[in-house]
Antibody, heavy 121, light 112 residues
Framework: EVQLVQSGAEVKRPGESLKISCKVSGYTFTTNWIGWVRQMPGKGLDWMGIMYPGDSDTRYSPSFQGQVTISADKSINTAYLQWGSLKASDTAIYYC??????????????WGQGTLVTVSS | QSVLTQPPSVSGAPGQRITISCTGSSSNIGAGYDVHWYLQLPGRAPKLLIYGNNNRPSGVPDRFSGSKSGTSASLAITGLQGEDEADYYCQSYDSSLSIQYVFGTGTKVTVL
């Protein structure tokens, strides 16, 4: 069974750094792209970026380029999303997603349970 | 604001059929790109509902169906049930943007 299990909720102050994780199981980690999706309070879904763990090829949405870093550790089947300096506007739920196969544009066939990040002074 | 526009809300009585539209343009749905649909129950993570315009993943009831025509796509729910009360999002690609994955604005379905 494919599972994406994310790290727990975080409360941070503006300017602090943060790295959240997404541990996958049930399939070969290096064979599917892993992405991140943001959902701000009461709002819709925003695609942030995606990485292919097999070769670390990473693509970012222009809105998030330079604002976050996506990475992965193949040895422990885990993907990461990190911020160097959080802002209040980063308060949101962040979902890791597995990109499915098929034809372009690909869908996201499995989602993590979400990590709530709250940034407040 | 997304390039894929959905009605903010749709409602129906139990047992009824409802449809949710996802309106795009010639640079996304109208260009022939596939549309996918997700369901998000209150307080839960989104879940894939329809992929490749009209394909259901294993476990999704056949009450849910998708279609695409011109610059729009639609999700139909027949035999509406209380458990269908959720937010629904379409997703595709837009060639005019540098964003590889575009979500619709989302639709809240209310079962009366």
């Amino acid at each position: 069974e494919v599972q994406l299990v994310q790290s727990g909720a975080e409360v941070k102050r503006p300017g602090e750094s943060l790295k959240i994780s997404c541990k996958v199981s049930g399939y070969t980690f290096t064979t599917n792209w892993i992405g991140w999706v943001r959902q701000m309070p009461g709002k819709g879904l925003d695609w942030m970026g995606i990485m292919y763990p097999g070769d670390s090829d990473t693509r970012y949405s222009p809105s998030f380029q330079g604002q976050v870093t996506i990475s992965a550790d193949k040895s422990i089947n885990t993907a990461y999303l990190q911020w160097g300096s959080l802002k209040a506007s980063d308060t949101a739920i962040y979902y890791c997603v597995r990109r499915g196969s098929g034809t372009w544009p690909y869908h996201f066939d499995y989602w993590g349970q979400g990590t709530l990040v709250t940034v407040s002074s | 604001q997304s390039v894929l526009t959905q009605p903010p809300s749709v409602s129906g009585a139990p047992g009824q059929r409802i449809t949710i539209s996802c309106t795009g343009s010639s640079s996304n749905i109208g260009a022939g790109y596939d549309v996918h649909w997700y369901l998000q129950l209150p307080g839960r993570a989104p879940k894939l509902l329809i992929y490749g315009n009209n394909n259901r993943p294993s476990g999704v009831p056949d009450r849910f169906s998708g279609s695409k025509s011109g610059t729009s796509a639609s999700l139909a729910i027949t035999g509406l049930q209380g458990e269908d009360e959720a937010d629904y999002y379409c997703q595709s690609y837009d060639s005019s943007l540098s964003i590889q994955y575009v979500f619709g604005t989302g639709t809240k379905v209310t079962v009366l």
